[in-house]
């Protein structure tokens, strides 16, 4: 018996296939494209997300986006127009327009800071006239005398942590005149309005 190990004979069926060194560079090339629009893929991703993150931190701590809802603040505001203000190191001041996330079922609620903590407010309803400290407000930003009555009783002290706000429009704004808002506390102030973007014929500082 022939124990002698037998060599194939060489043609189609009997050599080991082999890839080309053309197709091994294709290979090669399909897989670093593939590596590459995955890399591309994933750096769209995270520049949209860190967009989305700048935005949103931008929108909590630098700026926010504000509409002013209803007549209350004219004739400085308008229904519809929308507001650009910001907290960032923002302390109240007097008058100051100012956004606070107090609900009254307005939306965003715009009003005018009027007096500080520790200031004696007084309405006189027979004159139309606001005081702070005994000393009556030149107030030409309002659109009329304050003649609508609210169920708080003047004179009052504004209480500490909190701020007294009126709108513009006194005959038509709910504001720190009446309990339903009261003296709105300053960690419910989104910041003060700085500029107006819309509508576009009145977009300025204010």
């Known amino acids: 018996m022939d124990n002698r190990k037998r060599i194939p004979p060489k043609g189609?069926?009997?050599?080991?296939?082999?890839?080309?060194?053309?197709?091994?560079?294709?290979?090669?090339?399909?897989?670093?494209?593939?590596r590459d629009r995955r890399k591309e893929v994933w750096g769209i991703i995270s520049?949209?997300?860190?967009?989305?993150?700048a935005v949103m931190l931008i929108n909590i701590y630098v700026v926010r986006i504000a509409t002013v809802n209803g007549a209350?603040?004219?004739?400085?505001?308008?229904d519809g127009d929308v507001l650009l203000c910001s907290s960032l190191g923002y302390t109240p001041d007097y008058g100051d327009i100012v956004v606070t996330?107090?609900?009254?079922?307005?939306?965003d609620l715009v009003k005018r800071v009027i007096a500080l903590a520790g200031d004696t407010v007084?309405?006189?309803?027979?004159?139309?006239?606001?005081?702070v400290n005994g000393e009556r407000l030149d107030e030409p930003y309002i659109l009329e005398?304050?003649?609508?009555?609210?169920?708080?009783?003047?004179?009052?002290?504004?209480?500490?942590?909190?701020?007294?706000?009126?709108?513009?429009?006194?005959?038509?704004?709910v504001d720190s005149r009446r309990s339903i808002l009261g003296m709105v506390p300053e960690c419910t102030l989104l910041g003060k309005v700085y500029f107006r973007v819309f509508p576009l014929d009145r977009i300025g500082a204010l």
Do not use: C, H
Request: charged share 30%; hydrophobic share 35%; net charge negative.
């Open 12 to 34: 189609a069926e009997g050599e080991r296939w082999r890839p080309s060194l053309q197709a091994v560079r294709a290979e090669i090339e399909r897989l670093q494209k593939r």
């Open 122 to 131: 007084d309405v006189d309803y027979r004159t139309g006239t606001v005081s």
């Open 145 to 173: 005398s304050t003649n609508l009555k609210g169920d708080i009783q003047f004179p009052v002290e504004v209480p500490v942590g909190r701020v007294f706000l009126l709108g513009d429009n006194r005959n038509n704004s």
């Open 47 to 53: 520049r949209v997300l860190f967009v989305a993150m």
């Open 72 to 78: 209350s603040m004219q004739p400085t505001l308008q």
């Open 101 to 107: 996330e107090m609900d009254v079922g307005e939306g």
